[in-house]
């Protein structure tokens, strides 16, 4: 039975079997706890956890949680892998930003090539990887396979050949929707693999049936018992080359099969793929790697399995979202900002549509660019799509921008059709929007919409940054609850926006779990 232990200056929630989070959520970890003693005297105390109930006997006064792979100092302190503090963002409106601001790699990037490590014998070095809360829950799916992970910075080592099950965490891919990527590399490799249902942003059906009869195109034999999927190789051994139709050009379907095919015997030809960069990106490792793959951004992969890949040295793309988010975030506040590293053939179409409504772009260097807002923007109309149309993931930004601006947006969502949901929060805020299923009709400043700061809550990553923007350019302070969500995808946002002059505080809260768990013991 797994155990909370009380060593005498830190706590470690463990479980046994498979480092999997518990409780409830609760990645194994060390918790640092403070005044448990007035003399600085620690009792060491043992408590078992039962999983059926919700409440252990101790003495906890007040607890900082931090990753067991983080250096960083006290100050600094982040929640581990699998607990979402749910902190509060006070966001005051009003202030212009000016300065420089350094881009993260791709989170999208990161994750992808995080699971595809398992594809190779050998240690990978990454570098760019950002610290984030879904990045820090890959490494933890992977360690709970028996990978070895190592991070510093954002340099990340990860040296696979320690597997030794095909079953990673089930929590921790119900909380973290790539690590669905793993059954690839897992089946391909081990000829094996038990993933559970992935979970993730709540932003719509995003269903993996492509990844599942793309696996099964390439040999496997796959069902679904009891929330898990259950994948093997027919032969018994490995997979082999086949061909298969995306009906959708899914990210993480291409990459899932991308990954397997890359170790299957034999060629595998997939039509209709994504294009995005970060699938390129993870086409890039796996050829490091000594994969054969032909057509990286085009529609069509042609993929020569190989018996073994080796471990490679890869840097990262910067990440194009959040650096659109930047761009917003300076529209929005019709000021001045420049940023690095970038590459700006991965922002064309977001260029484009700032260009359009009256910002000005220029190159700083070879990965630089600076963004010029005139103080009178128009709208525009906008419909989301895949790459390389206007990207998904910047949507609820623009449409927050297009709030501030003259005249009438209309804006079409087509990749998931629960991203709306920002739409009210922007409403409470003083954005006038009207919407009818997937498209919303932006009215601008001119036509009624003036922003002023009210409590508002993040409902998803994209939309959480949204909020922010929106904040920045309100009339008073605004108070965003729920900045878990933002965390999930932006390294330290808050202080980057503060670094260029925005007014931005955050408000520490305990996990909902601890919260739960103090109350039930008297300690609120």
Known sequence: MPSLAFPSRALNYT???????????????????????????????????????????????????????????????????????NDRLMVCGGTALSGHVNISGAKNSALAVLAGSLCSSGVSAFSMIPDLHDTRMM??????????????????????????????????????????????????????????????????????????????????????????????????????????????????????????????????????????????????????????????????LVIKGMKKLHGANFTIIPDRIEAGTFFIAAAMTRSSISMSPVVPNHLTSLISKLEYIGCRIQPTGPDGLRIFPSECLRGVDMTTLPYPGFPTDLQPQLMTLLSTCNGQSVVEETVFEGRMRHVEELQKLGAKIRVSKNIAIVSGKDEGSSLYGVPVEATDLRAGAALILAGMAADGTTQIDGANHIDRGYENIDVKLCSLGAKIERLPCLPSDLTLLRFELGLL
């Open 15 to 85: 479980n046994i079997w498979d480092q999997c989070p518990i409780p409830n959520g609760f990645q194994c970890g060390f918790y640092k706890l403070k005044s448990l003693q007035k003399h600085g005297t620690h009792k060491k105390t043992t408590k078992h956890w039962n999983s059926s109930t919700s409440a252990v006997a101790t003495a906890l006064k007040s607890i900082e949680i931090r990753d067991p792979s983080d250096q960083t100092s006290a100050q600094s302190l982040k929640p581990s892998p699998g607990v979402l503090a």
């Open 139 to 300: 490494m933890q799916v992977l360690r709970s396979i028996g990978v070895e992970v190592h991070r510093s910075g954002s340099e990340v080592s990860v040296h696979p050949d320690g597997v030794r099950c095909t079953e990673p965490c089930s929590e921790a891919v119900r909380k973290l929707r790539a690590s669905f990527f793993v059954i690839g590399p897992l089946l391909a490799r081990y000829g094996e693999a038990h993933v559970a249902l992935p979970g993730g942003c709540n932003i719509g059906a995003r269903p993996i049936d492509l990844h599942l009869r793309g696996l099964q195109a390439l040999g496997a034999h796959v069902e679904i018992r009891k929330g898990k999927v259950h994948a093997f190789a027919a032969n018994g051994r490995r997979l082999f080359g086949g061909t298969f139709y995306l009906d959708y050009p899914s990210v993480g379907a291409t990459e899932t099969l991308m990954m397997a095919a890359s170790l299957a015997d034999g060629k595998t030809i997939l039509s209709n793929v994504a294009q995005e960069p970060e699938v390129i990106d993870l086409a890039e490792y796996l050829i490091a790697c000594g994969a054969c793959i032909d057509g990286a951004g085009t529609n069509t």
